[in-house]
């Protein structure tokens, strides 16, 4: 069997569309421009270039990107200032504070100090409060895209089993959460988990997100299975250097149903996500009609 590939990267360019759609509706008939800002604090290369990009998606499906570049050496009054200025600025509908901070910086404090209703990562713990108990709130953006695929995919996802490899805040957990939220039977594995292979090849849908190049070998995955593969490590092969998942593609490809690849899977959708939520945020402060098909 060769799996059918879940495009991420044209299923993020049709989010980005329907964001644009929304965003230009909300000009027109509104009057409004949804605004987006990012605080980066230092200067980590990987950092920087995620901004830059989330910098310039934001423009081109119309809104308003606010880039906040600080010193390393930022103290944390000052950050949490800046935060507050954006909270009570009726023109920035999103905050984006970019991790991980340098380590002077307490990110639980500076995460929760984000207004829940402009927190388009979804990590302030009010809307991970409200995400666990299923009620409406701001969902992290790569966990919502990888629910964005499987649900075009599969159209239904109740009942399935869903094995979630990982248990981060950022990804794991809250993926487990909207599984759950679509009725799959939901099992969160990770790194003390007994015999991995066996409780991989029960899942119909396995969603990699340890950040271990290629962990999951096809061996482990039950055939026909969809494969969720969130990973993204910078490895060497043959001399040169290469992105791989979490998952080992050339094998898994052979026996899954459908498979995200990477590059081209996952990644691309969390930005488009982080665009969707910025519109969505936006929609909400202003008792708008939020976009279709753009949340949990
Ligand atoms: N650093 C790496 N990924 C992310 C993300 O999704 N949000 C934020 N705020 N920082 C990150």
Not at 16 to 35: D, F, S, T, Y
Not at 61 to 72: A, I, T
Not at 217 to 241: F, H, L, Q, S
């Amino acid at each position: 069997m060769t799996a059918d590939i879940i495009d991420g990267k044209a299923f993020a360019a049709t989010v980005r569309g329907k964001v644009a759609e929304r965003v230009a509706r909300l000009k027109e008939e509104n009057g409004i421009v949804p605004g987006l800002a990012v605080v980066l604090v230092g200067e980590d290369p990987a950092s920087q270039v995620y901004v830059r990009s989330k910098g310039k998606m934001t423009v081109e499906v119309g809104m308003n990107s606010y880039e906040h570049k600080l010193d390393v050496d930022t103290a944390e009054a000052d950050l949490l200032a800046l935060i507050d200025k954006l909270n009570n600025d009726p023109s920035v509908h999103g905050i984006l504070v970019q991790l991980p901070l340098p380590g002077h910086l307490n990110e639980d404090l500076v995460i929760n100090s984000i207004d829940p209703a402009k927190d388009v990562d979804g990590f302030h713990i009010s809307n991970v409060g409200l995400l666990g108990t299923g009620q409406k709130s701001m969902v992290p953006c790569t966990p919502l895209g990888s629910l964005m695929m499987l649900r075009d995919y599969h159209g239904s996802l109740s009942g399935m089993n869903a094995v979630v490899i990982g248990r981060s805040n950022i990804v794991g957990k809250p993926m487990a959460q909207l599984l759950l939220g679509d009725s799959c039977t939901v099992t969160i594995a990770h790194s003390r988990t007994k015999d991995l292979a066996e409780v991989v090849g029960r899942a119909d849908i396995v969603v990699a997100a340890v950040g271990r190049p290629e962990m999951v070998p096809g061996e482990w995955i039950k055939e026909g299975a969809t494969v969720i593969d969130v990973g993204i490590n910078r490895i060497e092969r043959d001399g040169k250097k290469v992105l791989v998942g979490d998952v080992d593609f050339a094998s898994a490809s052979k026996v899954a149903g459908a498979i995200t690849p990477v590059p081209g899977g996952v990644g691309p959708m969390t930005i488009a996500c982080l665009l969707a939520n910025t519109v969505t945020a936006c929609c909400r402060a202003n008792g708008l009609a939020e976009p279709e098909g753009l949340t949990a």
